[in-house]
């Protein structure tokens, strides 16, 4: 399984960004569990958004409190990706950014919290200047 981010970039408090997650070796086809997470200097790694689907084109997303209602995640147009629309972007969202992939999923419906990646990207910078 490969992940690929793309979109990450510089932009000014309050604009946006869509980050997109590219995956090969792993399909979309059966049910999977994805996410974002993000990392920013001297901090630990924190889920973003997760996206679960649960079977007869059913999906569940996931959001940490800190982007709800900013942030949306959902597939792509392009097969096997997922994307991560940012707006209102804040300072304190600067970060490095994963895309991340738990397959198997172990659960039927995965929240962010019980996202448990077993692949990961390498990431894209995000900076949000104030």
């Known amino acids: 399984v490969q992940l690929v981010e793309s979109g990450g970039g510089l932009v000014q408090a309050g604009g946006s960004l869509t980050l997109s997650c590219a995956a090969s070796?792993?399909?979309?086809?059966?049910?999977?569990?994805i996410g974002w997470f993000r990392q920013a200097p001297g901090k630990e790694r924190e889920g973003v958004s997760s996206f679960s689907t649960t079977g007869g084109g059913r999906f569940f997303a996931d959001y940490a409190d800190s982007v709800k209602g900013r942030f949306t995640i959902y597939e792509g147009d392009t097969k096997n990706t997922v994307n991560l629309q940012m707006t209102n972007l804040k300072p304190e969202d600067t970060a490095v950014y994963y895309c991340a992939v738990e397959d198997p999923p172990r659960f039927r419906t995965t929240t962010l919290r019980d996202l448990d990646p077993n692949y990961w990207g390498q990431g894209t910078q995000v900076t949000v200047s104030s």
């Open positions: 070796g792993f399909t979309f086809e059966h049910d999977h569990a």
